[in-house]
């Protein structure tokens, strides 16, 4: 099945800083990656999302680049804000049921 | 628009005893519906899949069970539970992307 690796699992910058999180995939076959923030007691949140056929997206702030051929991606968060802390996930479907996580990465974000 | 509604939102219970957990989803009709469990610190688990009444697919072993008694509910059951049992457990539907709910947080004692 789809293995998700996530690094780094914690990450600490300074507000207005750029944060970079990375992922990579196992199964060739996934074609939907998206990325999801989640809050203290919460459900995880859809922030980006990108598909196989394309190589980069970027919404405001936020980027995600996909890097088929070797088998990652990342998100991009710049000008970070202290909102922006919470813990972050990558995800790769190689099905229409499958959806698989990283382990996450704790953001925090400093004034 | 759609809605996905989870509850409870915080459950404590003793070992050996019954869960039930709820999820609905308002605003579509035959949705693809998702039971994942996250253990702390740790990525979300897919326990269990539905694409339709009656339809569960359970994607690993375990003490838990899943059903679909209406096309727009997903329950998730337990007759006797573990300590491992406990966790944040998340119910998703699949739109055009994966919503999820609130969360439910389980914990076992």
């Known amino acids: 099945g789809e293995n998700v690796e996530q690094h780094p699992s914690t990450l600490s910058v300074q507000e207005g800083d750029s944060a970079v999180i990375k992922c990579t995939y196992s199964d060739s076959a996934s074609n939907y990656f998206p990325w999801y923030k989640q809050e203290l007691g919460k459900g995880p949140q859809l922030i980006i999302d990108?598909?196989?056929?394309?190589g980069e997206k970027k919404d405001q702030r936020i980027a995600v680049t996909l890097n088929k051929t070797a088998k990652h991606f990342s998100l991009h968060i710049t000008e970070t804000q202290p909102e922006d802390s919470a813990v972050y996930f990558c995800?790769?479907?190689?099905?229409?049921?499958?959806?698989?996580f990283g382990t996450g990465t704790r953001l925090t974000v400093i004034p | 628009s759609q809605t996905i509604h989870q509850w409870p939102a915080t459950l404590v219970q003793p070992v050996g005893s019954p869960l039930s957990l709820e999820c609905t989803v308002e605003g579509t009709s035959n949705p693809n519906l998702y039971w994942y469990r996250q253990a702390a610190g740790r990525g979300l688990q897919l326990l269990f899949y539905?694409?339709?009444?009656?339809?569960i697919s359970s994607e690993v072993p375990q003490n838990l069970s899943a059903s679909r008694p209406q096309d727009r509910q997903f329950i998730l059951s337990s007759k006797k539970l573990l300590l491992s049992d406990s966790g944040f457990y998340l119910c998703a539907w699949r739109g055009p992307h994966y919503t999820f709910g609130s969360g439910t947080r389980l914990t076992v004692v």
């Open positions: 995800a790769a479907a190689p099905g229409a049921n499958n959806l698989f």
């Open positions: 539905s694409v339709g009444i009656g339809q």
């Open positions: 990108i598909r196989s056929n394309v």
